[in-house]
């Protein structure tokens, strides 16, 4: 189900004679200005800002017609982001403009919606070279002007998959590693051995030497990459790039297929896609974020901790942990549920939470969470029983039985456990069980 937001922009996104003009809808204060001045690599800038916006208008599994869903964009102390996901949700693009591709002053902070409209792709297709490329993230009022002066308003629906996908990424990649580097060359030529579009097999990619080799089977160190096709937003951006660096969780033999990031560096910005375990799946539907969610007595922290975030791009667990007067797992499951609002999301390279608001209410992803509100109303009917580190789930149709393994996961006897043997998160009466009994994070 999509929320539809109202927008209205001061006028079109578009490429004039001093430069890009990108208009956005606005952010924590009346008519902020984001950032006005050049990005010191226009030509790459420009590439990365057509990658993410191609990313959120297409669909990798089951293709349809081409979206019209406007990136995300967050403007704070010295670096400027774009965010989008893509049509099915299974790939999140992301670019980080540094402070060294900025040539200018980030006067404002916030976060919006950015509209990147056909004929400003067209002209961002155009830059080349060391034409300038002046950025101006600046709405001066809520109404939208056309070229001639009339007046649009422009409603831009923000599909509730989005808030859920936001919300599993950061968990997700919280737990990732650097596990390759290799040179932009190396890149280019590994890139060009990945199967076609449409391609949905699993493989796993494994660092040796100056470059990766691709297996059909997971090993220690391997970074998983299903449906390679979905990487090709990046080549827009590899010929300005040094290096492709490759995040993802640890895995041996026999893992199951996991999420991962590749990452372009160019020095003055960074373009990451992260994919999904498989190209059918959807962030959305993942379930990592489900604990946080769950936890009721996070709440409070996260309500703190949020008072004190101050739009950093690289959060400082220690500090924050220092100035809430809490330890530092606290803050860490306070971060989690605030991200489970958009309020926070991670930055693979930095191996830090960054600061955002995105323009969802702050209870809509636990609101159009099924699995949550299943296990919400297990609870609330006395359906849970405790026996010991075990319980029993009595629902009108079925008993089910949910045990606590010594590593803290749970399993459990119903179908949906069965068919997923807890990679799609846990199910609703895992849930119910740990709101009842388990501490915040014991739940996988």
Not at 68 to 83: A, I, K, N, Q
Not at 131 to 146: F, G, K
Not at 308 to 325: F, K, R, S
Request: with cysteine; proline share 7%; glycine share 10%.
């Amino acid at each position: 189900m999509n929320a539809v937001q109202t927008y209205r922009y001061l006028q079109p996104s578009a490429l004039r004679a001093a430069g890009l003009d990108l208009q956005t809808c606005g952010g924590p204060a009346a008519n902020p200005r984001f950032f006005a001045g050049f990005l010191t690599a226009p030509a790459a800038a420009a590439a990365g800002l057509l990658a993410v916006a191609e990313v959120a208008r297409t669909r990798y599994h089951q293709p349809v017609n081409p979206a019209s869903l406007d990136p995300v964009v967050t403007g704070s102390r010295g670096r400027l982001r774009f965010e989008s996901f893509s049509g099915c949700c299974g790939v999140y693009a992301r670019m980080d403009v540094l402070p060294a591709g900025l040539d200018g002053e980030i006067s404002g902070h916030g976060t919006t919606n950015v509209d990147v409209n056909p004929p400003l792709r067209e002209a961002l297709a155009r830059v080349g070279g060391i034409e300038p490329l002046h950025v101006a993230v600046d709405p001066d009022d809520l109404t939208v002007s056309t070229m001639d002066g009339s007046v649009v308003e422009r409603k831009v629906p923000l599909p509730g998959r989005w808030l859920r996908g936001f919300a599993e990424v950061h968990v997700l990649t919280a737990g990732f590693e650097p596990r390759a580097e290799i040179a932009a060359a190396e890149a280019a030529a590994f890139l060009r051995r990945l199967p076609a579009a449409g391609d949905r097999s699993v493989l796993w990619a494994v660092p040796a030497g100056r470059t990766l080799r691709l297996t059909s089977r997971p090993v220690p160190g391997a970074v998983c990459l299903a449906g390679a096709g979905r990487l090709a937003a990046l080549r827009g951006v590899l010929r300005h790039a040094r290096t492709l660096r490759v995040y993802g969780p640890a895995v041996r033999a026999g893992s199951p297929a996991v999420p991962s990031t590749w990452e372009l560096d160019t020095g003055a910005l960074r373009l990451s896609l992260t994919l999904s375990p498989e190209p059918y799946r959807g962030f959305s539907g993942e379930g990592a974020a489900l604990a946080a969610l769950a936890g009721d007595d996070v709440v409070d922290d996260a309500e703190l901790v949020g008072a004190l975030l101050n739009w950093d791009p690289a959060i400082d667990v220690a500090a924050l942990a220092d100035a809430a007067a809490l330890p530092d797992e606290r803050v860490r499951a306070a971060l989690a549920q605030l991200g489970t609002a958009g309020r926070v999301g991670y930055d693979v390279a930095d191996g830090a939470y960054f600061h955002r608001v995105m323009p969802y209410d702050a209870g809509r992803a636990e609101r159009d969470n099924p699995r949550l509100l299943g296990a919400r109303a297990l609870v609330e009917r006395g359906a849970v029983e405790r026996d010991g580190e075990n319980a029993t789930v009595r629902t009108d149709a079925e008993t089910y039985r949910v045990r606590r393994h010594p590593d803290g996961a749970y399993s459990c006897s119903c179908r949906w456990w069965a068919r997923h043997r807890g990679q799609r998160g846990p199910c609703r009466h895992a849930l119910a069980v740990s709101m009842v009994a388990a501490p915040v994070g014991a739940l996988s």
